[in-house]
């Protein structure tokens, strides 16, 4: 369980860290923020993955690294669309209408 819930911890990290980074990113590039989501989530829970296995002494097999390329799709996922639903809701809960603004 307690494996579990560092996982669940990892993930929020990482998503919030990406967030934070296109953020900052948006405004400096001229590339679609999707886009953007999409290479800072790989990249940082590739990083993260590389740096867990050399912390815990793990090699580095292939399945890893695949299973790191398919968590950082889901990191990007809840980086692009996690917010907008998330202010969504918050305004549909304060009586903001539909949340369509």
Same mark, same amino acid.
């Given at each position: *369980? ?5 996982? !669940? *911890? /990892?993930?929020?990290g990482?998503? %919030? @860290?990406? $967030? ?9 590039? #001229? ?5 953007? /989501?999409?290479? @800072?989530?790989? /990249?940082?829970? =590739?990083?993260?993955g590389? !740096?867990?296995?050399?912390?815990? =002494?793990? #090699?580095?097999?292939?399945? %890893? ?7 950082g799709?889901? @990191?990007?996922?809840?980086? *692009?669309?996690?917010?907008?639903? %998330?202010?969504?809701? %918050? $305004? ?5 209408? $539909?949340?369509?603004?």
């Amino acid at each position: *369980m307690e494996l579990l819930s560092q996982m !669940m *911890m /990892a993930l929020m990290g990482l998503v %919030l @860290v990406t $967030n934070l980074v296109v953020e900052v990113l948006k405004k400096a590039l #001229p590339i679609s923020t999707n886009l953007i /989501a999409l290479v @800072v989530a790989e /990249a940082l829970t =590739l990083l993260y993955g590389g !740096m867990m296995a050399a912390i815990h =002494l793990i #090699p580095i097999t292939w399945y %890893l690294v695949a299973g790191s390329v398919v968590i950082g799709l889901l @990191v990007a996922y809840g980086a *692009m669309f996690g917010w907008d639903k %998330l202010q969504q809701t %918050l $305004n549909q809960i304060r009586g903001g209408g $539909n949340g369509d603004s």
